[in-house]
């Protein structure tokens, strides 16, 4: 079965640092979101992107963050320079459509700013 | 203001009882919801949808209820099981855009 696969699953980066988290999403699909988790609460969205551009972004999504899909598979959120509060679980999700459709979660990466 | 913290409701059952988890929504423009499953260190999994056109649909052992005058979301497990416990997320999708927005999330705990 298909599936989002996320990588690393667990990254621990110093204050100010740069990271970066990658994904692969279901290979047919055509739309791609990172969303947020912070340990206990709900999953907040940060990012959809369609067609090569940012199609929404929530408030989350600061000039620290970008995304990138650079090849025909990854799919990429950057994060600048780190903050405490960016810790969290990061999940990509696609789906086939925006409309009425389901999106597919990735496990997540865990990141971890000290 | 959005609330913060870490209390989740919780619900506690035994096994081979039935579950209802509730959920209330923020915007009535929502028209597709959807329910999802977390459990410990995992990305959420799909259960089930339903569009806004309806107030019922029902999946394997699963069925969701949309009463949209009052904004309100439930999702009732069949004869629950061990492996039904994790956190149930709803969320809710606009009709501009492809983004999902979560509800507060409810643990369900299942006794042997």
């Known amino acids: 079965e298909p599936e989002v696969t996320q990588t690393p699953s667990h990254q621990v980066t110093q204050m100010g640092q740069e990271v970066i988290l990658r994904c692969v999403p279901i290979?047919?699909?055509?739309?791609f979101y990172w969303y947020r988790q912070i340990l206990g609460q709900k999953v907040e969205f940060l990012v959809s992107?369609?067609?090569?551009?940012?199609?929404?972004k929530s408030e989350i999504f600061d000039d620290q963050f970008s995304v990138e899909r650079p090849d025909g598979s990854n799919f990429t959120l950057k994060i600048r320079s780190t903050k405490l509060e960016d810790s969290a679980m990061y999940f990509c999700?696609?789906?086939?459509?925006?409309?009425?459709?389901?999106?597919?979660f990735g496990q997540g990466t865990r990141l971890t700013v000290v | 203001g959005e609330s913060v913290g870490l209390h989740l409701p919780t619900l506690s059952v035994q096994e081979g009882d039935n579950s209802i988890i509730n959920c209330a929504y923020s915007n009535s423009a929502s028209d597709y919801f959807i329910w999802y499953k977390q459990e410990s260190g995992k990305g959420p999994q799909f259960i089930i949808d339903?569009?806004?056109?309806?107030d019922k649909r029902q999946g394997q052992r699963v069925t969701v209820l949309l009463n949209k005058t009052v904004k309100h979301l439930s999702l009732q497990i069949a004869a629950t099981q061990p492996g039904d416990s994790a956190v149930y997320f709803c969320a809710e999708k606009g009709n501009q855009g492809g983004k999902l927005i979560f509800g507060q999330g409810t643990e369900l705990s299942v006794k042997p």
């Open positions: 290979s047919n699909h055509l739309y």
């Open positions: 999700a696609s789906s086939p459509g925006h409309m009425n459709t389901e999106a597919f």
């Open positions: 339903i569009r806004s056109n309806m």
């Open positions: 992107f369609y067609n090569n551009e940012i199609s929404e």
